[in-house]
């Protein structure tokens, strides 16, 4: 039989691909092969480090050498505080002088005003410890006085008056002399200068009656100048009112000095800024002032006189002193106070000025009085002042 001649292995035709077979997307194996390689790398690092998980470091941390047995770790500082500049220097500020109140009064003759307090800036006072709220109290003011009827006719301060109708359109000026009758010489120079005046005579003057009459005659007017206590050390003269005395020795010594002499318009008070300022003693004196048909004239020697106030509670006649001439007693002083008497009469339409029987009040009036009319005033009593603006009801 033949032999068969072995066929020689036929070499595989390389495969072109077909139409029908599509080519492998270059893109999708990337992605593929790059989750290849993120599923490798996780599985990698959670099978490697799962027991110990790295603490996550940011970009900005640095990591800590680990501190070696030869050093020990040094503790932290606490940061240094900056240093604060020293408080400036609290200067206090310069003590606050109090200024004097307007003055309501003039200090009495013969007492020295009170120097006004230097005030300093003091502390807070610590708060009060509070109280428990009581009912509050009402003061109980002094029942009013009923007012006086003087005697049936013409009162007495209309029938003694010095005649006197001054213009309506000109300031009037009453000059006012107290403590006449003591010092013999120098009341009688007061009396002889230009009248009308209204002289004031001490009820303990020597020969009263006399220097009165004399002083009415030669065209002043005339008032009782009635001594009181005042607050200070001053001597008011005999039988003088106090506020220590009794009901019945006040009215006692108050109608012996009424009686003293005749022919006056009124009283006004004899320093007195004790007794004047305790209302309960001036409303015994005052109603038997107005019984007489005399009018009050307030020296106010103290701003807290109740002479005023009670003389309207009376409807009595009454005024009030406007100026004191001389409680320095130089010319040029009274002359300055003359002026100021004229500028509140200009004010006012009217002034009343206190003056005493003092040389340099004497000698400064001298010249004065013969001016004071040229310069637009006119000088009147004091009643007309009274019947003008205060004549009572």
């Known amino acids: 039989m033949a032999s068969k001649t072995p066929r020689k292995p036929r070499k595989a035709a390389a495969r072109t691909p077909s139409a029908k077979t599509p080519s492998a997307n270059p893109i999708v194996l990337a992605l593929a092969a790059v989750a290849v390689v993120l599923v490798v790398g996780l599985g990698a690092k959670f099978l490697i480090g799962r027991d110990a998980p790295e603490t996550p470091r940011t970009v900005a941390e640095a990591p800590k050498p680990a501190p070696t047995p030869a050093q020990a770790p040094v503790a932290a500082l606490p940061p240094v505080a900056k240093p604060v500049p020293p408080p400036a220097a609290v200067v206090p500020p310069p003590p606050v002088v109090a200024e004097p109140p307007l003055a309501v009064t003039e200090p009495e003759p013969g007492e020295s005003a009170e120097e006004p307090e230097v005030q300093t800036a003091k502390p807070a006072p610590p708060p009060p410890t509070p109280m428990p709220q009581t009912k509050p109290e009402v003061a109980m003011l002094p029942p009013p006085i009923a007012p006086v009827q003087p005697p049936s006719g013409t009162p007495a301060w209309k029938r003694n008056a010095v005649p006197s109708h001054p213009p309506s359109d000109k300031p ?192 400064a009036l001298a010249s004065w009085l013969p001016e004071v009319q040229k310069r637009g005033f006119v000088l009147v009593p004091v009643s007309a002042v009274v019947r003008a603006h205060h004549a009572g009801g």
Do not use: C
């Open 172 to 363: 009037a000026i009453a000059i006012v002399i107290d403590d006449m009758g003591v010092d013999r010489k120098r009341s009688t120079r007061a009396a002889s200068l230009p009248a009308p005046l209204t002289l004031a005579w001490l009820p303990y003057a020597h020969d009263l009656s006399a220097q009165a009459r004399a002083a009415r005659a030669s065209g002043h007017e005339l008032l009782l100048h009635l001594p009181m206590e005042p607050s200070g050390h001053a001597d008011p003269g005999p039988d003088a009112l106090l506020v220590s005395l009794g009901k019945a020795e006040i009215l006692r010594r108050a109608k012996a000095a009424l009686d003293s002499y005749d022919g006056f318009v009124g009283v006004n008070n004899h320093m007195g800024s004790r007794f004047t300022s305790d209302y309960a003693s001036m409303a015994l004196v005052l109603p038997e002032i107005a019984k007489r048909g005399l009018l009050w004239l307030d020296s106010r020697t103290t701003a807290k006189s109740a002479g005023i106030s009670i003389a309207q509670e009376l409807r009595m006649p009454y005024a009030g002193r406007d100026i004191f001439l001389d409680n320095e007693m130089t010319v040029p002083a009274v002359r300055a106070q003359l002026a100021k008497t004229e500028q509140v009469a200009r004010h006012q339409g009217f002034a009343i000025a206190i003056g005493h029987p003092h040389d340099a009040t004497i000698e």
